[in-house]
């Protein structure tokens, strides 16, 4: 999974997923993962958002669930949400 652009330089607007790009159409949440015993240290963000295939007119709109890692920087895909 790979963040292609982000709005605002934070919230993702288009990434590829299983070989499809897809457009945030909403952000309908967003928090912060931090761990307790760290010194409440964040590890991560995750994202909710509403998405669309931007080349698959066939394709439903989806709702994913999106995780960046703090200290990596990299994306993962946490589930698909429906």
Known sequence: ???NQRRHGYFPHVFTW???EYQVEAVEQCW???HRGQENQVTGYRF???ARSIFDETCQEGVFDLFQNAQAGDWHMQRQVR
């Open 1 to 3: 999974m790979k963040v």
């Open 18 to 20: 299983q070989g499809r």
């Open 32 to 34: 912060t993962v931090s």
């Open 48 to 50: 909710r958002v509403r």
